[in-house]
């Protein structure tokens, strides 16, 4: 089967910044902005304007900050995303780890002018791997039945990128 292809491109309109993500045909499909920068939170929207998740990074749970930031997905939550520490008993690596599917968001290169990333499953199985091209993040996607979630965390990843480096 084929791999999804998505490209993470940053926007602005006005004050608003956002992450729009456009399919093969270069149609946008799904967006992703940043809400509430005082609790913090990121949401994936479809192209109908439909909120598909949100990772809360903004939460003041106990509970929540021991296992990592909430990621919600139809109001349910399905896992964590913890991005504080390398999980040396699963990868070296590593950059984040999302419990609840069990994914670990890997880290293959960092360089000024490059970056390359993969998200395994326990299994070491891809789920995605996104390049950056150019001043965009291009994602290839496994199953359709991940790309929600797996662009979620792309977007993550290019805002962190975009406000650490500000190249967009």
Request: charged residues 35%.
């Amino acid at each position: 089967m084929k791999a999804l292809r998505f490209r993470l491109k940053y926007e602005t309109r006005g004050f608003d910044e956002y992450i729009n993500i456009y399919d093969e045909k270069n149609k946008l499909s799904y967006y992703s902005v940043q809400v509430d920068y005082s609790r913090p939170k990121r949401l994936l929207y479809n192209k109908n304007q439909e909120r598909l998740t949100v990772i809360d990074f903004g939460t003041d749970d106990i509970e929540d900050l021991l296992e990592g930031y909430p990621i919600y997905v139809d109001g349910k939550k399905i896992g964590h995303f913890d991005d504080s520490c390398k999980m040396e008993s699963t990868r070296d690596v590593e950059f984040a780890h999302v419990v609840g599917p069990e994914w670990c968001f890997i880290d293959k290169g960092e360089r000024l002018t490059f970056r390359d990333y993969v998200i395994e499953d326990e299994k070491g199985g891809t789920i995605m791997k996104m390049k950056r091209s150019g001043r965009d993040f291009v994602c290839d996607i496994a199953a359709q039945e991940n790309v929600v979630l797996a662009l979620s965390l792309a977007s993550v990843e290019f805002w962190r990128f975009i406000t650490t480096t500000r190249e967009y």
